[in-house]
């Protein structure tokens, strides 16, 4: 899979705008507060080499400070979003009408619903400048929803982005070890899948998010903040059906809701009083005097994509990172994609990709980012050949590259 790693700065936003509500992380782990990944990324594209991850995103909340949210809770201070309060100037029944009991869509979905836990491996070299070569291992925790009885999952993007390792925790507590299967960066989707023999507690019905209208009683489903808090629900309503978020790149569409969604609740489960799934948790919004803020993608959005995520993602084999114009000035380099790292046997190694090449062309298209690569990918079939130019010694070098599943 694509493995991005992001680095942080310690400035402060007036607004956190915890886009695609970072999952819990352990340990030292810092927290990623940006739902695009700006800056210096490191990505294992299509392999499963471990490899030097260059960890922590410059937190940045430029695009949201564009939008009429942003306006409205300007004077807002930084605050964690892990400790951003669950208390909402709404609540709801105890009776959803004409459906459920809360209680009763607890106990049809929870089952569905996982543990994802993540390990990953950071290291502060820079385009071979060193900083010691320290690496740390670091522990990651988000959530699930199984959509098939043979152990397909769906949770967001970030939440295994810079896995070396998956473990699926189910709702029985058994660990099961799982793997990417495809992704989708844009939409802040993936389909990950066991791969150890195993029944699944229960199958997630999803529901239609087109039918949903503002006011209707949902119900979240996740692990917020980690571990200790596996299977906890939530409930709420939906506050507004076809929210725009500018995420600087795109614009996409959410259910905005008040049910409460914190760090380790990303790829959880949104459902309606039928206790169907309606949405998957991705983001928040958090600061003092801001509650209630959630994001969900909406089911139907998932829908279009499930056919693509369920094949298997299109193997490159390099672990890489963005430059872009800011690092291009500082480290004198020109614009592309660094290779930090090739995998053995891949088919970036056949190609003759080599460690310090940095990718300008992908299949004949100027390109800046591992995203933009990942995007051309999509649009091939294993077994086809791709031109690829990249930067090597000072000077540039065609090289055609076999894409294989």
């Known amino acids: 899979m694509d493995n991005f790693n992001n680095g942080e700065n310690t400035s402060k936003a007036i607004v956190k705008y915890d886009f695609r509500d970072k999952f819990k992380k352990t340990s030292s782990f810092k927290r990623l507060l940006s739902y695009i990944a700006v800056g210096l990324i ?5 392999g499963s080499v471990s490899v030097a991850a260059f960890l922590y995103l410059i937190p940045t909340t430029t695009f949201f400070k564009n939008t009429p949210l942003y306006e409205s809770i ?3 201070t930084n605050t964690n979003a892990s400790t951003t309060s669950q208390t909402k100037a709404s609540t709801i029944s105890t009776t959803s009408t004409n459906g459920l009991t809360v209680a009763e869509i607890a106990k049809k979905v929870s089952p569905a619903v996982v543990g994802v836990s993540i390990k990953t491996v950071s290291q502060n070299n820079v385009f071979g400048f060193s900083n010691n070569g320290d690496t740390e291992e670091d522990d990651g925790m988000g959530s699930g929803i199984i959509i098939s009885s043979d152990g397909y999952i769906l949770t967001n993007y ?3 982005q810079s896995a070396q390792s998956i473990t699926v925790i189910l709702s029985t507590e058994k660990e099961v070890p ?5 992704y989708d960066a844009d939409q802040d989707l993936a389909v990950i899948k066991v791969t150890q023999s195993t029944t699944m507690p229960a199958v997630a019905e999803l529901g239609d998010s087109d039918k949903v209208q503002v006011g209707d009683s949902v119900v979240a489903i996740g692990n917020p903040l980690g571990k200790e808090l596996m299977g906890s629900v939530t409930s709420g309503i939906i506050s507004a059906t076809k929210r725009e978020i500018n995420t600087g790149s795109t ?5 905005q809701t008040d049910a409460a969604i914190n760090a380790g609740n990303s790829g959880g489960a949104l459902v309606n009083s039928l206790g169907q799934v309606i949405g998957v948790n991705s983001a928040k919004i958090g600061g ?3 509650e209630g803020i959630g994001f969900s993608i909406p089911i139907n959005t998932v829908k279009s994509k499930l056919t693509g995520l369920l094949k298997p993602a299109l193997k ?3 672990a890489g990172r963005d430059i872009d114009s800011t690092l291009s000035k500082q480290y004198n380099l020109p614009e592309g994609v660094y290779v930090a790292e090739v995998e053995e046997f891949s088919a970036a190694e056949k190609a003759g990709l080599k460690s310090g090449d940095i990718i300008q062309k ?3 298209k100027s390109v800046k980012s591992i995203s933009e690569i990942n995007t051309i990918k999509a649009t091939h079939e294993s077994g086809d050949t791709v031109s690829i130019v990249v930067y090597r010694n000072g000077s540039t070098k065609k090289l055609d590259l076999k894409l294989s599943e």
Do not use: E, P, Y
Request: cysteine-free.
């Open 42 to 46: 490191s990505s294992l594209i299509g």
């Open 74 to 76: 300007n004077s807002s």
């Open 158 to 160: 970030h939440v295994v």
């Open 178 to 182: 799982a793997k990417v299967i495809n």
């Open 251 to 255: 614009t996409q569409t959410f259910l």
């Open 288 to 290: 003092n005097g801001v």
């Open 316 to 318: 490159i084999g390099i």
């Open 362 to 364: 992908f299949d004949g």
